[in-house]
């Protein structure tokens, strides 16, 4: 019921799933899905958890950047749907301290802020601003 699709004019190689937020106050945020031939837009908020689920019953993941052109076409469409101070999900977590992508893509590509990647008790990041940053779950 909260689902509003969007035609995507982006070229997306490899973009799964983004989810973003108003604020940042709680670990809810609302989300986007990646189908391969639309883009599903989820008003409902979600923790990271949640998110990552409902992308996959949706076809996809979280998103994963794990080249500078992903980088690229990731920002071209937050910034399309006027989105880039939002809060958006991405599909990194930290496992045994290293950070992996939900899709099992490669991780090669790091846009964060400062050291906001070494906090032990945060496992889920986020993108703001063009800027990752760890966040508990």
Same mark, same amino acid.
């Given at each position: 019921?909260?689902?509003? @699709? %969007? ?10 799933? !983004?989810? /973003?937020?108003?604020?940042?106050? *709680?670990?809810? =945020? ?10 599903? %837009?989820?008003?409902? /908020?979600?923790? +990271? ?14 998103? @994963?950047? @794990?080249?500078?052109?992903? +980088?690229? *076409? ?8 006027? !989105?880039? /101070?939002? %809060? !958006? ?9 290293? $950070?992996? +992508? @939900? ?13 906001? %990647? ?6 889920? =990041? ?5 800027? $990752? ?5």
């Amino acid at each position: 019921k909260g689902d509003v @699709s %969007y035609n995507s004019t982006v070229q997306r190689n490899h973009l799964k799933v !983004i989810h /973003q937020s108003k604020t940042n106050t *709680k670990a809810n =945020m609302k989300g986007i899905a990646d189908t391969g031939s639309k883009l599903i %837009y989820d008003k409902i /908020q979600r923790n +990271w958890t949640v998110a990552e689920a409902n992308c996959v019953s949706k076809g996809g993941h979280l998103t @994963s950047v @794990s080249s500078p052109a992903d +980088w690229k *076409k990731l920002q071209a469409f937050v910034t399309m749907l006027g !989105i880039k /101070q939002d %809060y !958006i999900w991405l599909g990194g977590t930290k496992r045994e301290g290293n $950070w992996t +992508w @939900s899709d099992g893509r490669e991780w090669s590509e790091e846009h964060w802020k400062g050291n906001y %990647y070494a906090h032990p008790d945060k496992n889920c =990041m986020f993108n703001y601003n063009g800027q $990752w940053y760890d966040k508990q779950c």
